[in-house]
Nanobody
Framework: QLQLVESGGGLVQPGGSLRLSCAAS????????IGWFRQAPGKEREGVSC????????YYADSVKGRFTISRDNAENTVYLQLNSLNPEDTAVYYC?????????????????WGQGTQVTVSS
């Protein structure tokens, strides 16, 4: 069974950091482009970051550029999202998603596999 499992969320103070993990089972993640999305209460799901399967190039939403870093560890079959300088506006459920194409896409509906999400709460 193809599955993505996120972990690493939690409660953090403004200015703090978290590292989210997206582990795959049942398929080899390196052949997939991986996107991270988030959804805050009452808001639509938005794309946060994406990493190409072909060349590892990464993309970021303007709201997180310079603060978040996406990376992949093919040996661990895992993609990470490092969250630094967090602020309350980053509070949301974070999801990873996978699609077997070479280059990033920004639209959620284009992704085939989704994790269950991990909650990130930024509050003092």
């Amino acid at each position: 069974q193809l599955q993505l499992v996120e972990s690493g969320g939690g409660l953090v103070q403004p200015g703090g950091s978290l590292r989210l993990s997206c582990a795959a089972s049942g398929f080899t993640l390196r052949y997939y482009t991986i996107g991270w999305f988030r959804q805050a209460p009452g808001k639509e799901r938005e794309g946060v970051s994406c990493i190409n399967s072909s060349d590892g190039r990464a993309y970021y939403a303007d709201s997180v550029k310079g603060r978040f870093t996406i990376s992949r560890d093919n040996a661990e079959n895992t993609v990470y999202l490092q969250l630094n300088s967090l602020n309350p506006e980053d509070t949301a459920v974070y999801y990873c998603a996978a699609v077997r194409i070479s280059l990033c896409v920004s639209v959620a509906i284009q992704y085939d596999y989704w994790g269950q999400g991990t909650q990130v709460t930024v509050s003092s």
